[in-house]
């Protein structure tokens, strides 16, 4: 059985080109960056630095300013614990939105009390002056996804960035979903720290990033993990060459091709989603039709009075939320955020659309979807 792959916001096919860079580092370069006595290890830390460098182009920061990590998870708790480890910073308040990624959340948890949590619209948007309303005097932090991983709404980052600068606020954006995707400048934007991730751009799995403001006189990022000293002592560890030379890479092409692939992704994306709601209007779109990145696809089936129809189309990889918290058996907090019941909760799917996909692909998913809903009616 041939299976089609429409599960992109979850994780993505590694790019050829990506692979095809790769491979060397794995087999033929494999020394250690830090070694510095001899020509391998030359070579190796050449290799990082070229790709912290095409990692930096894409965001508008300095090359320095990337700290490589395992993935956003880890960047999101190098961003916040790092930063809540420091003692000035202890009693502070912070603000965040009720959709953000469980790797913010999660993290917030512990010190619930002292965090302020803003509700979206029923478009899944943060209120710029919700988030205003909530600033006090003991505001230090403020941390907001870019973009959602479930329904694919873009946030109002610059004017967040803005009234940050205002009021002297560090702001941290967890940007995993929106990178390629949409364009990010964080000097633009005013963003502090940025999370980043490589197999959400068709890079490798592993292999993330922050961005770190070298203005370090605003504040200071506490380690996780120690020993070592390595990536200006903010992360310890033998740097993953061949992941890092991975990621970079993915970086690169979505240089030249963001665009390109947007715009083709757009035009598939808004051919599956007219198909099913011109067949069942009813369908529910979950999340801003505008403020929203291309390919990402979230619906609920209202009319299935709580029946999923994921189990109905083995053919097809889609997902009914972030791939993170697919165990649960609890309804999406993102989905009860913007107002759905627990009942369209449970009918949702989300469908994400990428680089390899092709139009015979999006054909057969119209297909497939439609008649899975049939025979649940």
């Known amino acids: 059985m041939n299976k089609i792959y429409l599960d992109n916001n979850s994780t993505t096919q590694i790019d050829p080109k990506v692979l095809k860079e790769m491979i060397p580092y794995f087999s033929e370069k494999y020394g250690n960056p830090s070694s510095q006595s001899h020509a391998f290890g030359w070579e190796a830390n050449a290799a990082i630095d070229i790709a912290r460098e095409k990692i930096s182009k894409l965001i508008n920061s300095k090359p320095n300013e990337i700290i490589f990590t395992s993935g956003a998870t880890e960047s999101n708790n190098l961003a916040i614990n790092g930063l809540l480890k420091n003692q000035k910073y ?5 603000i965040t939105s009720t959709i953000e990624h469980k790797a913010v959340l999660d993290v917030l948890q512990p010190i619930k009390n002292q965090v302020t949590f803003i509700a979206p619209n029923k478009d899944g948007i943060i209120n710029i002056k919700d988030i205003e309303q909530s600033i006090n005097e003991q505001t230090i932090l403020i941390s907001i996804m870019h973009a959602n991983n479930e329904i694919g709404t873009i946030q109002p980052i610059k004017q967040i960035g803005n009234l940050c600068k205002k009021h002297n606020i560090i702001f941290h954006v967890d940007a995993a979903q929106s990178l390629g995707k949409s364009d990010i400048d964080v000097i633009d934007m005013n963003i502090d720290l940025l999370s980043i991730s490589a197999h959400k751009i068709y890079g490798p799995k592993g292999i993330g990033a922050l961005y770190i403001n070298d203005k370090k006189e605003k504040f200071n990022i506490h380690p996780l993990i120690v020993g070592g000293g390595q990536e200006n002592n903010y992360r310890s560890g033998t740097l ?23 715009k083709r992704i757009l035009k598939l994306t808004s051919k599956l989603k007219s198909e099913i709601i011109s067949k069942y209007p009813s369908t529910v779109i979950n999340g801003s039709m505008e403020d929203r990145i291309p390919g990402n696809i979230n619906l609920s089936f209202p009319f299935l009075n709580g029946l999923s129809i994921l189990r109905s189309m083995p053919r097809i990889a889609i997902s009914s939320g972030s791939a993170c918290s697919s165990s649960s058996p609890k309804p999406s907090h993102v989905l009860t955020q913007i107002g759905r019941s627990k009942l369209e909760a449970n009918t949702s799917i989300r469908i994400g659309i990428g680089r390899f996909n092709k139009e015979e692909d999006i054909d057969i998913a119209i297909r497939t979807i439609l008649n899975a809903i049939e025979k649940k009616i």
């Open 90 to 94: 202890k009693n502070s308040n912070i």
């Open 240 to 262: 993953a060459t061949p992941l890092i030379v991975g990621f970079g890479k993915a970086c690169d092409i979505l240089l030249n091709q963001m665009n390109s692939d947007n």
